[in-house]
């Protein structure tokens, strides 16, 4: 079957850096999105991975290692609004999207 | 395994015609589903909230009499695209709320349809 894992809650500090991994085995792959979402706002893209390696874009960077089925989303310098559940989803040989379960990302002062 | 499914994964229309997408919850009751739209590495911009049982809550700018949603069991809600044209052509989202004390009102998500309209 497929499956995306991603863990379902993390805590960091305002100012530091956290890493949130997901792990994917899908039937096929034509890429790896991670969304951001507020409770009672639809999804935020942040950005799309389809080749190895890291994307930067600003505060947030997502890597992607298509041999190890790994992703991960790094954000830095953390605010308090970066207070949000972070989706990550897999689309698959049939460009359907498969979606992990989201990891809720608290930030603490 | 998905716990939110949708139906068709793909459908070609053509222009003029009506086309209705399946948005089912697999193991549990959702009173409330949303519908997206989502362009290519863009946000997913939410169409409409599907109530369960009452008329669905849509989004300025969406037009009801086009993307006609019906929400009648807690298990599955329908979006229907009337009249399609091209430009309707895109992928459509659905999610639902697990509203049981366990869940904690997680929100599922769909595989996602794509619609091309010919």
């Known amino acids: 079957g497929q499956n995306i894992d991603q863990p379902t809650e993390m805590t960091a500090t305002e100012g530091a850096i956290v890493q949130i991994n997901c792990t994917y085995q899908t039937s096929g792959f034509n890429g790896l999105f991670w969304y951001q979402q507020h409770a009672g706002e639809a999804p935020t893209f942040l950005s799309y991975?389809?080749l190895d390696g890291l994307e930067e874009k600003g505060r947030f960077s997502s890597f992607l290692s298509r041999s190890k089925g790994y992703s991960y989303l790094l954000l830095k310098e953390l605010q308090m609004k970066d207070s949000a559940s972070y989706l990550c989803?897999?689309?698959?040989?049939?460009?359907?999207?498969?979606w992990g379960a989201g990891t809720k990302l608290i930030i603490k002062p | 395994g998905a716990v939110v499914s949708q139906h068709p994964s793909w459908v070609i229309c053509k222009s003029g015609t009506s086309v209705k997408i399946e948005c089912r919850s697999l193991?549990?009751?959702?009173?409330?589903m949303f519908w997206y739209r989502q362009f290519p590495k863009q946000s997913l911009m939410l169409m409409a909230t599907?109530?369960?049982?009452?008329?669905?809550?849509?989004e300025q700018g969406v037009e009801k009499d086009k993307f006609l949603i019906n929400h009648a069991s807690l298990t599955l809600s329908t979006l229907t695209v009337t009249s399609a044209h091209p430009e309707d052509s895109s992928f459509y989202i659905c999610s639902a709320r697990d509203i049981t004390a366990d869940s904690g009102n997680t929100i599922y998500f769909g595989e996602g349809s794509w619609l091309t309209v010919v």
């Open positions: 193991d549990f009751q959702a009173t409330t």
């Open positions: 991975n389809v």
């Open positions: 989803a897999v689309m698959d040989s049939n460009y359907q999207l498969i």
């Open positions: 599907s109530n369960e049982g009452s008329k669905a809550t849509y």
